[in-house]
């Protein structure tokens, strides 16, 4: 496993993080769990490191669903309830980008928002 895709993916993860608002010491700690999760996990499956990013993303949205709620929420679209961006492809990569659930529209490259 190449740590730099693990550090890559932590970095992107931070910054949508950061653009939203939401890198709060919680989300930073669910960050840090995924990671090494993630970490171990593609250790047992080399091939998977490239879905390593998305899959840290989603964690770390499904951790922050079960607490503070919706992350990252859709920016784009207009007079619609408020809704999620997912990373597709939903596998988690290669290139990793969020998808509003709503639309359908490509909004931003993982780590972009
Ligand atoms: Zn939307």
Do not use: N
């Not at 993080?17 to 499956?45: F, G, I, M, N």
């Amino acid at each position: 496993m190449d740590t730099a895709r693990l550090y890559e993916a932590r970095a992107r993860v931070l910054a949508d993080l950061q653009a939203r608002q939401h890198a709060t010491p919680a989300a930073v700690s669910a960050l840090e769990d995924a990671v090494s999760d993630r970490k171990w996990w593609a250790e047992q499956w080399p091939e998977g490191e490239v879905y390593v990013a998305g899959l840290v993303a989603q964690d770390v949205q499904d951790a922050l669903f079960e607490t503070v709620g919706r992350w990252p929420v859709c920016l784009t679209c207009g007079d619609v309830p408020v809704h999620a961006l997912h990373i597709q492809p939903d596998l988690g990569g290669p290139d990793p980008v969020w998808v509003c659930e709503e639309s359908g529209r490509e909004i931003a490259p993982l780590g972009l928002l």
